[in-house]
């Protein structure tokens, strides 16, 4: 009971699922802000599209931060959070900072920032929930797979990674760290004019994803790979990673490497059929997340 007794007592879980609403809208405000800043008319998505989703459900202690892909933004992971919170838990899709605004915005972020919104958006799904499991897509994935190892055991039951992008097979992945360096270049001498800041980019989502890449966030994704690949040994919590057979954009061999290294003595590799990148959207994406719901559900008894 609390020392004053004209106080109203409000009892610990409520108290806490109060913080993660008012972390919530904060994170809806800093979004909408940075859309006032970033956003192009004629370019720039709807504000849907890049507004942080919060589901609930009152009597479930479990809950999935859901983390979206690079270029892209929460819309991209509603449909697998609809499939989860129906099989009854909380869940959280974060907006990584940079995104659903404009490649304006993306280009200037780095992956501090990015790791910055991972843990605002874990810190908020923790107030929320006992129970935590981390489940990103694509730079998500990274970003999932780096939470995992930046947070200690167990607040963190189990880890999914779907496409992880340790290996990409864009050629302007191979080539953005030599334009970076051709860009710092032009900058000493003063000539921006020559400069690439960004390339057109054709996506499988253009409802969602930017259509403009900019050289600076190949560089950061780089960056991000780079870091985290001598730590995935470190990963001890139940892992799953899934992996489209045809991918146009990230390699298999890279996500079968990255399984491989993982130090978790559960884990689960999963190869589908697909030809596509995007295997979290539309009805092909059924089994997909019918085999996360199976596998969260293993992780959270």
């Excluded at 799904?125 to 489940?135: F, M, T």
């Excluded at 189990?158 to 334009?179: E, G, M």
């Excluded at 051709?182 to 001498?189: A, D, S, Y």
Aim: proline letters at 6%.
């Amino acid at each position: 009971m609390p020392d004053n007794p004209n106080r109203l007592w409000i009892p610990a879980f409520i108290s806490r699922r109060q913080q993660a609403f008012r972390r919530y809208h904060e994170a809806c405000a800093e979004y909408e802000s940075d859309y006032r800043q970033f956003g192009i008319a004629g370019e720039s998505h709807e504000t849907a599209v890049g507004m942080p989703v919060l589901m609930k459900n009152w009597r479930s202690r479990a809950g999935v931060i859901l983390l979206h892909g690079y270029m892209a933004a929460p819309a991209e992971m509603v449909e697998l959070a609809r499939h989860l919170n129906q099989q009854g838990w909380w869940v959280y899709i974060p907006r990584i900072k940079g995104h659903g605004t404009s490649p304006e915005d993306l280009a200037i972020r780095t992956v501090e920032d990015w790791r910055a919104s991972v843990d605002t958006g874990y810190d908020l799904i923790r107030h929320a929930c006992h129970n935590v499991i981390v489940c990103g897509f694509s730079t998500g994935a990274a970003l999932a797979l780096d939470l995992a190892v930046r947070t200690p055991a167990p607040q963190i039951q189990a880890v999914i990674a779907i496409s992880p992008p340790i290996k990409l097979k864009s050629q302007t992945a191979r080539l953005a760290p030599a334009i970076g360096k051709w860009n710092q270049i032009t900058t000493r001498f003063h000539l921006t004019e020559v400069q690439k800041e960004f390339i057109e980019n054709h996506p499988e989502n253009p409802h969602i994803n930017y259509r403009r890449n900019p050289i600076s966030g190949f560089i950061e994704l780089d960056r991000l790979i780079k870091s985290l690949e001598p730590r995935l040994k470190d990963i001890a919590i139940p892992t799953l990673i899934i992996q489209g057979s045809e991918d146009p954009v990230v390699d298999e061999k890279g996500s079968r490497q990255a399984f491989c290294t993982i130090g978790a003595n559960q884990k689960i590799y999963i190869m589908v059929n697909s030809t596509r990148h995007s295997i979290v959207l539309g009805e092909a994406a059924r089994p997909v997340h019918a085999m996360i719901s199976h596998f969260i559900r293993r992780n959270l008894l």
